[in-house]
């Protein structure tokens, strides 16, 4: 198979030692590179039992098989680990110009395991490496040691650091990569545990392509799809959050005040029949100073948000993104798009996820509503729904491991329920990772997508919302209040988002391409046709390993759930008032599921399914 540099850096922080290693044409052939590669190789390479915060753990880096080939929104690196956060395969993903440089220096992946004696920091210059020390890096927050990183070795090196709350093994800290976040599953408290402090590479070569002509010719013929589809004007005019008010005042499944709440009430109270603060369409044009864009991004979605005036001035953000406007806007009632920019740069800068760190909160905010948490449990701080101040010194707090706010809220809401003993019956997570901005008890299909996914709570596992809320896409149509069929659709979207998570395209893209655009994309890069049907066979390979990683580590259909809140409370207003997700009706969906994946009725994969995935040796029942 072409298209790929077949080499795989690997580094015993342990040792001190690096070396190059070949991961097989097999593994290349069954997984092409990505999230598929990544997965594999952390199968291969973390021990059952392993402690996600121990040296045993690995972490392993992949740039997606497209990312740099300059096929528009080709961009994507994926970091694979054993989540702190969850315990399960954790994947986070980022738009970085680190798999880029990774791709150009002749790498596949990075496969990094042990514990360094001291901070360190992997230096990789055209496919060489070495362990420098970072003591003098060691306490320094994302940006800054961004910057630090490349005063020193050069402004051509692409990076890849934690901060603070990394260092503090934070288990929802994020890894920074050059103004970008891989957010999800306490990534960047596995490089803490580490000791590694950042990674930087420098690649001057050429990216490998089977067919670097037709590589080209499809550039072009995309860039101009891109640039025709409707779409386009609307993410780039508005970035991620541009359906906000659709979500709030249409389908009524934003979630708010801790899920209180299916949308936005008190916000759309106090402007009546106009837009929110957080509308994008009501910000972008004051705060928005220029779009942000992903390598090889031709629509960039990204915002750049400058505050030059008032409290908050001299706050400057990339975002914030739609999931930031509901776990740091609408989850803890902060209605001022100041104050939500202010939190998403606290976030950044600490290296927080904004989704996990919001909930959070929210959390926190209603159990003092409820009058299980005191202002002393606190270290003095009144925090309320809608207490700005309050929220954002609870972020700094978090993000620093520091006093009572630092130690009952730097996990996330599942370690705070249980360090505190009390709170589950409102504390919304799947499998430890706090939910997204959609509300399932307004849509079966996203219920069952955020209960299965391997990660858990996850938007982007399927992303079935799409579907669901707009009642078709592709070849589907849904409705999103039935049970019928919704077992095969999200197994189907779960295997294409795993690989475009493997090819490295953004998932803002797949309204675009489509499954039937990437077999040309990936003939060219590798010389290896295969059909739409095979290739969507990668990605159900691919989520059938991740569920099989799960079911080694010991969990099963039980660990498939919903927050209490979900199936207890109906959603009290709005268009989606009355839904909820019955306790019946989630086993009907995990079984329609299940069969439709060929698992058994626990949830784990049937040893004949493996065996056609030739995932074989990995067991199975």
């Known amino acids: 198979m072409d298209g790929v540099a077949k080499k795989m850096l690997h580094v015993d922080l342990s040792a001190g030692k690096v070396g190059l290693h070949d991961p097989g044409e097999t593994s290349y052939r069954l997984f092409l590179g990505g999230f598929g590669l990544g997965a594999k190789l952390a199968w291969d390479h973390i021990p059952k039992g392993a402690d996600p915060l121990g040296g045993e753990n690995t972490l392993v880096v992949t740039p997606g098989l497209l990312t740099g080939t300059g096929i528009p ?50 230096v990789i210059e055209d496919g060489q490496a070495r362990i420098e020390d970072a003591r003098d890096l060691w306490g320094l927050d994302t940006w800054a040691t961004g910057k630090a990183v490349q005063e020193k070795y050069g402004k051509d090196f692409r990076t890849a650091v934690i901060g603070p709350a990394g260092e503090r093994l934070s288990k929802i800290a994020t890894i920074e990569c050059d103004g970008r976040q891989a957010g999800r599953g306490g990534g960047g408290a596995v490089m803490g545990a580490k000791l590694l402090k950042a990674i930087v590479v420098k690649g001057t070569g050429p990216v490998p392509m ?8 499809l550039q072009k013929k995309w860039n101009e799809v891109i640039r025709d589809h409707p779409a386009t004007r609307e993410d780039m005019g508005y970035g991620t959050g541009e359906f906000l008010d659709w979500v709030n005042r249409a389908v009524g499944v934003f979630p708010s005040r801790n899920w209180q709440w299916g949308y936005f009430k008190s916000a759309y109270e106090k402007v009546k029949d106009g837009r929110i603060e957080l509308d994008p369409y009501h910000w972008v044009p004051k705060y928005s100073a220029k779009n942000v864009a992903c390598p090889f991004c031709t629509k960039p979605c990204g915002k750049w948000f400058v505050i030059k005036e008032g409290k908050y001035a001299g706050t400057e953000v990339d975002g914030p993104e739609y999931e930031t406007l509901y776990s740091l806007g609408g989850a803890p009632e902060i209605s001022s798009i100041e104050a939500v920019a202010k939190a998403n740069e606290i976030c950044d800068k600490l290296g927080i996820d904004t989704i996990s760190a919001g909930v959070t909160v929210a959390w926190a905010m209603e159990a003092v509503e409820r009058g299980l948490l005191k202002v002393s449990d606190l270290d003095g701080l009144e925090l309320r729904f809608g207490a700005e101040e309050a929220f954002l010194t609870a972020l700094e707090r978090m993000g620093k491991k520091e006093g009572k706010v630092g130690e009952l809220l730097g996990d996330g809401v599942k370690a705070a329920v249980e360090k505190l003993g009390k709170g589950k019956e409102f ?27 391997f990660r858990g709570g996850d938007h982007l596992t399927a ?5 669901e809320y707009g009642g078709k896409w592709w070849k589907f149509v849904a409705d999103r209040h039935s049970l019928k069929g919704k077992g095969f659709q999200i197994k189907l979207l779960e295997d294409l988002m795993a690989l475009y998570d493997t090819l490295g395209i953004c998932k803002f893209s797949r309204h675009i391409f489509f499954l ?21 066979t990668v990605g159900e390979r691919v989520y059938n390993l991740a569920r099989a990683f799960n079911v080694r580590e010991g969990f099963a259909r039980k660990d498939d759930h919903l ?9 009290p207003e709005g268009p989606s008032a009355g839904d909820r997700i019955r306790a019946e009706e989630l086993e009907a969906l995990l079984d329609d599921y299940y069969e439709a994946r060929g698992w058994s009725r626990e949830g784990v994969p049937l040893a004949a399914r493996l065996v056609s995935l030739d995932l074989g040796e990995v067991g199975g029942v």
């Open 73 to 122: 929104t080709a961009s994507k690196t994926t970091f694979v680990f054993r989540s702190p956060l969850t315990g399960t395969l954790g994947r986070s993903v980022a738009g970085a110009w680190l798999g880029v440089a990774l791709r150009r220096a002749g790498l596949d992946a990075i496969l990094i395991t042990g514990k360094s004696a001291q901070p360190a920091v992997l």
């Open 210 to 217: 089977h067919d670097p002509g037709k590589i080209k010719e």
């Open 427 to 453: 504390a919304i997570h799947i499998k430890g990772m706090e939910l997204p901005a959609y509300d399932v008890r307004g849509s079966k299909g996203v219920a069952l997508a955020f209960a299965a996914a």
């Open 463 to 467: 992303c079935a919302y799409g579907l």
């Open 516 to 536: 039937e655009g990437l077999p040309q994309m990936v003939a060219a890069q590798t010389g290896v046709e295969l059909a739409a049907a095979e290739l969507l």
């Open 563 to 571: 927050p209490a809140r979900a199936m207890r409370d109906p959603i």
